[in-house]
């Protein structure tokens, strides 16, 4: 075999090796120009955004000082100060997490941030609250207390009401908390990055365009001969 | 929490008492729910009216 031979021989197992044909697929779906972009259009100077990013926050906080209560167990919070500390960081970073993720949904529900083919992204962000607030209930179902006992036969009601009670057992604690701090975090971390990603591979949603028809209308009241062709995004 | 800090915190928020409650028709809302859901209203009503900082001079083509 010629070296020639031999290098082209070598140039398609690369070509055919698994790894090789993930890492394609990855730099084509997601450039790094896309991935890390050093500059957004203007009209991503909103406040909306910014809940967008106070969500991620409180969710990297939730998730460390989750770590941190899973490591001393669910009963730690009770009998130590440092405990009833990270405990408490853990509620009120949920708090902030869920208030901030609202008004960033809020805003992007009238946004209309599925245009554009932004369905996936819409649809992550989403099923992202959905996923986070049976995670929060299995959260508070773990406290270990009167209030947990409380919440957990209100819910056990709610569950078997709908008719899933015999999948999910609300009184059960073992499984309420492995749900918390493993099952249910691991899909709201996954939804999250893939909202993320696919934010960065379509772009944040432009603006509306401006109705053309009411904008003419507007002119003829003014007397205004002419309209200039929309060029595109305004804010 | 140490005792002093509990009493200090006692003194501001009075928890010993049945929640207060929301009630109108169907509907059933504990008041600090209540209140955090108006918060949400204003705070979404706030972002969507305040401008962003540096956003004029963005678009009339400063930097990035």
Known sequence: ?235 | MQPTGAAVMGAVFNLDHPAHVVHWHFIDLSVANVVVIGLMLVVFALAIALPFPGAARRRSGGAT
Request: glycine residues 8%; charged residues 15%.
């Open chain 1, 1 to 235: 075999m010629s070296a020639v031979e031999k290098a082209s021989v070598e140039k398609s197992s690369v070509e055919r090796s698994w790894t090789a044909r993930v890492r394609e697929a990855g730099v084509a779906a997601l450039p790094p120009e896309k991935l890390l972009p050093d500059s957004q259009p203007t009209y991503v100077a909103s406040w909306i955004y910014v809940f967008g990013v106070a969500s991620l926050a409180s969710l990297t906080v939730i998730i460390l000082s989750g770590m941190i209560l899973a490591l001393k167990g669910p009963a730690w919070w009770h009998y130590t100060g440092v405990g009833h500390f990270f405990n408490s960081v853990h509620l009120w970073s949920v708090e902030l997490f869920f208030f901030a993720m609202v008004v960033h949904l809020w805003g992007k529900y009238w946004m209309a941030a599925w245009r554009g083919g932004r369905a996936r992204v819409w649809m992550t962000g989403a099923v992202t609250f959905l996923v986070a607030v049976p995670c929060a209930l299995t959260g508070y179902v773990s406290q270990q207390n009167f209030d947990a006992q409380w919440i957990s036969t209100q819910a056990k009601d709610a569950m078997n009401s709908v008719g899933v009670g015999a999948f999910f057992n609300l009184t059960n604690f073992g499984q309420m908390y492995s749900y918390h701090v493993l099952l249910l975090p691991l899909a709201v971390v996954g939804l999250v990055v893939a909202h993320v990603l696919l934010v960065r591979r379509h772009g944040v949603v432009p603006p509306f365009e401006p109705d053309r028809r009411a904008l003419t209308a507007l002119a003829e009241e003014d007397g205004a001969p002419d309209l200039p062709t929309p060029t595109g995004v305004g804010s």
